[in-house]
């Protein structure tokens, strides 16, 4: 089980505080790095002081200042960019990094954000996935065209004319490609189409063995060869005691209780034992959902005592 960071910046978080974590996630043995891409704070809670960082420009900031972990995001909102800035932002950032970006994509969800920094939102699902899929069949047509080859595309929303291609990433033949949720039938469709790895966010061991199943058929149904991965998405409160579970809880402004139903709460002990349970149902990753990033003692004392019972 490959056990990865998740950061929420939004919340509040400056470059420097997610650059600590990213060192300590390195140094740490964790496998990868990844953020969350949004715009505006959630909750009353927390303010978002001291504002949003841009997910790509900071993963393009931690590509230089890292060496070994994977580093991408959970998931970057197609409503947020064209497909042709974002496929070339994405590359660049992969050889900044030497190879280690992967790309979780969405459809975008989350209006206030939109209304809040002036970025249209189509007011329909529908329509969203409409320009979601047409945006993952240019991101990665892009990344496919062969060097010396122009790429075209004539549909609904986008179109592209005799478009370079470049620059090109620098894993081949592309970056992996998350995509996530828990849609009954287009999300599994479209994650059997273009995905490298699907993954289900913040739902029950049970929900997200009925998400995976989804999307095992529907990559049988699609006559799909190549290997998909199967991860989860958990928010972390983990202590040596129960006063320290509850503390880091209240620090987040959550419960235990809720926190051990909907989340990897508890002791070292508990989380091995819930995280053994998605094992069972074929998630082969974790993404540990990090919300106090000043606190680095709760990303050693998870790589101390609850990494190694996993190995």
């Not at 929900?207 to 699609?222: G, H, I, N, Y």
């Not at 006063?243 to 809720?258: P, Y």
């Amino acid at each position: 089980m490959r056990l990865r960071i998740f950061l929420e910046p939004q919340q509040g978080a400056t470059y420097e505080d997610q650059l600590a974590v990213a060192k300590a996630t390195e140094a740490l043995g964790f496998d990868a790095l990844f953020r969350s891409d949004h715009y505006l704070h959630m909750g009353d809670h927390v303010t978002g002081l001291p504002g949003p960082t841009d997910a790509w420009i900071t993963l393009a900031g931690l590509a230089r200042e890292t060496s070994r972990i994977r580093l991408g995001t959970l998931m970057t909102a197609a409503t947020f960019r064209h497909p042709g800035p974002l496929a070339i932002a994405v590359a660049q950032v992969d050889r900044m990094s030497g190879g280690r970006v992967e790309f979780g994509f969405g459809a975008g969800w989350f209006e206030d954000e939109h209304s809040a920094y002036g970025i249209p939102f189509p007011l329909t699902a529908r329509e969203r996935f409409d320009r979601y899929e047409e945006q993952l069949d240019i991101i990665t047509g892009l990344w496919a065209t062969e060097p010396g080859d122009t790429f075209r595309y004539e549909g609904k929303h986008y179109r592209l004319s005799e478009g370079p291609a470049l620059p090109k990433p620098q894993q081949s033949p592309r970056p992996p490609v998350l995509i996530g949720g828990t849609g009954l039938r287009r999300t599994p469709r479209l994650a059997a189409t273009f995905a490298d790895e699907y993954n289900v966010p913040f739902a029950s061991v049970e929900e997200t063995s009925a998400a995976f199943d989804r999307t095992r058929q529907a990559v049988a149904a699609a006559g799909r060869e190549r290997p998909m991965a199967y991860s989860a998405a958990q928010v972390l409160c983990v202590g040596r005691d129960e006063a320290q579970v509850a503390e880091r809880a209240g620090r987040i402004g959550r419960e235990v209780d809720e926190l051990r139903r909907n989340g990897l709460a508890g002791t070292p002990d508990e989380l091995v034992d819930k995280i053994g349970r998605f094992a069972e149902i074929g998630a082969e990753c974790m993404y540990l959902q990090v919300l106090d990033m000043a606190d680095l003692d709760h990303l050693e004392l998870v790589a101390a005592k609850v990494a190694p019972q996993l190995d």
